[in-house]
C-alpha cells in the first residue's frame, strides 16, 4: 500500500484556518488522495478526495501539489466541532481498500 | 435514505461466547468492508466483500473469524470463542464502487468480553 506521512498533532485556534499537511511521495497515477476524519467515539467520516486538481466542498478545500507527492487539508475557519484525527489516505487502481495511519490529532482551542 | 446501520451498538460476551456483528450498507451500495480498532490505536482494515463474494480477507485473523456479505440481507462479522483480546470496536464502512468514491461508516460496535 502507497504510504502516507502526516503529523502526529496540530493544534489550532477557533475562527482561524487550519491547514493539515499530508506527504505521499510514493503516489501512483492513479491513486486518489482521501482525507477522513474521525471524532471521538464515532466512525470516521468522509471528507474530500481528489486525484489530480484541487477540489472544494462544503467541508473543507483539498490542495494537490502539482507532482502529487503532497497535499493540504484545509479548514476555512475551525470550530470545536473539527477536534477529530484526520486521516489522509490513497486508494486506487488495485488498491481498492482504505488503510488509515496514525492521522492527525487536531486540536481546536476555543 | 439512511446511513450505514450497524447493530448492536455495543455488544458484551464472556470468553469462548460467539459474537455476531452486523452491517446495514446504505442502499444501493454493494461494496462492504469491515475494520477494528483496538482501544488507544488506528483502524485497521479487516475485509472487503462484495455481495456474496469476498474480495480481500487479508486483515482477517486466522482462526475464529468470518464474514459474510449475502444476497439479501446484511452483512455479518462472526467471531467464535471471544477473547479477551477481540474486545475492540468494529467499524463497517459501505460505497457504491471502489477506490475512487466516498466511503460511508457507522458508528460502530463495540464488543467487550468478559
Known amino acids: 500500500d502507497a504510504k502516507t506521512t502526516q503529523p502526529n498533532s496540530m493544534e489550532s485556534n477557533e475562527e482561524e484556518p487550519v491547514h493539515l499537511p499530508c506527504n505521499h511521495s510514493?503516489?501512483?497515477?492513479?491513486?486518489?488522495i482521501h482525507w477522513y476524519r474521525q471524532l471521538p467515539s464515532q466512525g470516521p467520516e468522509y471528507v474530500i478526495h481528489?486525484?489530480?486538481s484541487n477540489v472544494n466542498n462544503r467541508m473543507a478545500s483539498l490542495a494537490i501539489a502539482e507532482d502529487r507527492k503532497s497535499s493540504t487539508l484545509i479548514l476555512h475557519r475551525a470550530t470545536l466541532r473539527d477536534a477529530a484525527v484526520y486521516y489522509c489516505?490513497?486508494?486506487?487502481?488495485?488498491?481498492?481498500?482504505?488503510?488509515f495511519g496514525k492521522g492527525t490529532l487536531l486540536t481546536v482551542n476555543p | 435514505n439512511a446511513g450505514v446501520m450497524q447493530n448492536p451498538r455495543h455488544l458484551v460476551r464472556r470468553r469462548g461466547q460467539e459474537a455476531r456483528l452486523r452491517c446495514s450498507p446504505m442502499?444501493?451500495?454493494?461494496?462492504v468492508y469491515w475494520y477494528r480498532q483496538l482501544p488507544e490505536e488506528g483502524l485497521k482494515f479487516m475485509v472487503y466483500?462484495?455481495?456474496?463474494?469476498?474480495?480481500?480477507e487479508s486483515g482477517m485473523p486466522k482462526e475464529r473469524f468470518s464474514a459474510e456479505f449475502p444476497k439479501e440481507g446484511p452483512s455479518i462479522l462472526r467471531i467464535q470463542q471471544v477473547v479477551r483480546g477481540d474486545s475492540a470496536a468494529y467499524f463497517c464502512?459501505?460505497?457504491?464502487?471502489?477506490?475512487?468514491?466516498?466511503?460511508?461508516f457507522g458508528q460502530g460496535t463495540r464488543l467487550t468480553v468478559v
Open positions: 489516505i490513497l486508494s486506487g487502481g488495485s488498491n481498492y481498500k482504505l488503510t
Open positions: 510514493t503516489i501512483s497515477g492513479t491513486d486518489y
Open positions: 481528489g486525484l489530480t
Open positions: 442502499k444501493g451500495h454493494s461494496h
Open positions: 466483500l462484495q455481495k456474496e463474494n469476498i474480495i480481500d
Open positions: 464502512a459501505s460505497c457504491s464502487r471502489a477506490s475512487d468514491t466516498e466511503a460511508f
